[in-house]
């Protein structure tokens, strides 16, 4: 019998394209998708997650774990917090943030998503076996985002695999890829990338701003690629 997933579906590149990844491994009547409210500025990623789940016609959940955020001052994705979302690459933010996090660095979302979502795929697929896929790569690991680490992310797959008695393993198929690679397998299984959003300041239309750090990396995935974002974009 094939193994269930649950891919956490952000509405960005990465995460659309384990989407991918996991219906081609697992079908997809296997696969379900996941996305997280948690107090993010923007609502905008929910609403592209749930539809690139309608256009794969797989399942898709919304987990709401806002609560848990509420009291946060600090990190410029939420939107009780009034800072300004930077606009410069992650390189010129590390440099600045003297090696700490960077302001988009959400307090331990990472752990906290991967447990919600290994108990909501016990929940949905009782007593069976099932990968929950994430979307982490290298570009995101070290200091800008250390819950996204390849250290972080073996010790939370050894939690997951020992916590559910061995039915969920942690998949993340892309740990070991650049950016660039990631684009590389979405534009080869033609993943529907005009679907996606990865601005953390889209403006009231969607559009991304292709200035913080999230949008430098993405233009430069697709350049890598000698192809074109087919999103658009501010300016
Ligand atoms: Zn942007």
Request: some cysteine.
């Amino acid at each position: 019998m094939k193994r269930k997933a649950v891919v956490l579906s952000s509405g960005g590149i990465d995460s659309t394209t384990c989407v991918a990844a996991a219906i081609e491994k697992c079908r997809k009547k296997n696969v379900s998708s996941v996305s997280v409210y948690y107090g993010q500025r923007h609502r905008i990623e929910l609403d592209k997650a749930k539809l690139i789940a309608e256009y794969y016609g797989i399942d898709h959940y919304e987990l709401d774990l806002t609560e848990i955020f509420k009291y946060n001052k600090t990190c410029s994705l939420l939107s009780q917090t009034n800072i300004e979302v930077e606009k410069s690459s992650y390189e010129e933010q590390l440099k600045k943030s003297d090696g700490k996090p960077v302001v988009t660095y959400v307090p331990f979302r990472n752990p906290l998503f991967i447990a919600a979502i290994t108990s909501l795929a016990m929940s949905i697929y009782p007593n069976e076996k099932v990968d929950v896929y994430l979307g982490i790569h290298q570009d995101d690991s070290g200091a800008a985002y250390p819950d996204c680490s390849p250290q972080f992310n073996k010790a939370m797959a050894k939690a997951v695999r020992l916590g559910s008695g061995g039915l969920v393993r942690l998949v993340s198929p892309f740990v070991d890829c650049k950016k660039a690679d990631i684009v590389k397998y979405g534009l080869e299984h033609n993943v529907p990338y005009e679907h996606t959003i990865s601005c953390y300041d889209p403006d009231e239309y969607g559009r991304a701003c292709g200035k913080c750090g999230t949008c430098i990396d993405r233009l430069k995935a697709f350049e890598a690629n000698g192809a074109k974002d087919p999103i658009d974009y501010k300016e």
